[in-house]
């Protein structure tokens, strides 16, 4: 069955970075677009990035333009999310995200918390 694992969050101060990793299992990763989504405390849901199957990025937040990159790796099944000079409102939960064979599936999401 698709599987989708995130890691790599945490707390970091303001100005910090982290890179999130996606590890995927249970369909043709390399077939398919994937998307990070964040979901900060009190709000819904948004989709931040999305990487098509021919490594194209399509950014859906003006906020993390130049800050954040996301990128595949096909031998691994992964995706990555660098997300540089956080600030405070990037804090939320980071989700990836695919969608396969008419259904959307979701990690169990990875907290990121920015603060002094």
């Known amino acids: 069955q698709v599987q989708l694992v995130e890691s790599g969050g945490g707390w970091v101060q303001p100005g910090g970075s982290l890179r999130l990793s996606c590890a995927t299992s249970?369909?043709?990763?390399?077939?398919?677009?994937m998307s990070w989504y964040r979901q900060a405390p009190g709000k819904e849901r948004e989709l931040v990035v999305t990487?098509?199957?021919?490594?194209?990025?399509?950014n859906y937040v003006d906020s993390v333009k130049g800050r954040f990159t996301t990128s595949r790796d096909n031998a691994k099944n992964t995706i990555y999310l660098q997300m540089n000079s956080l600030k405070p409102e990037d804090t939320a939960v980071y989700y990836c995200?695919?969608?396969?064979?008419?259904?959307?599936?979701w990690g169990q999401g990875t907290q990121v918390t920015v603060s002094s």
């Open positions: 990487i098509t199957s021919a490594d194209v990025t399509i």
């Open positions: 995200s695919v969608l396969y064979s008419a259904r959307r599936y």
């Open positions: 249970g369909f043709t990763f390399r077939t398919k677009s």
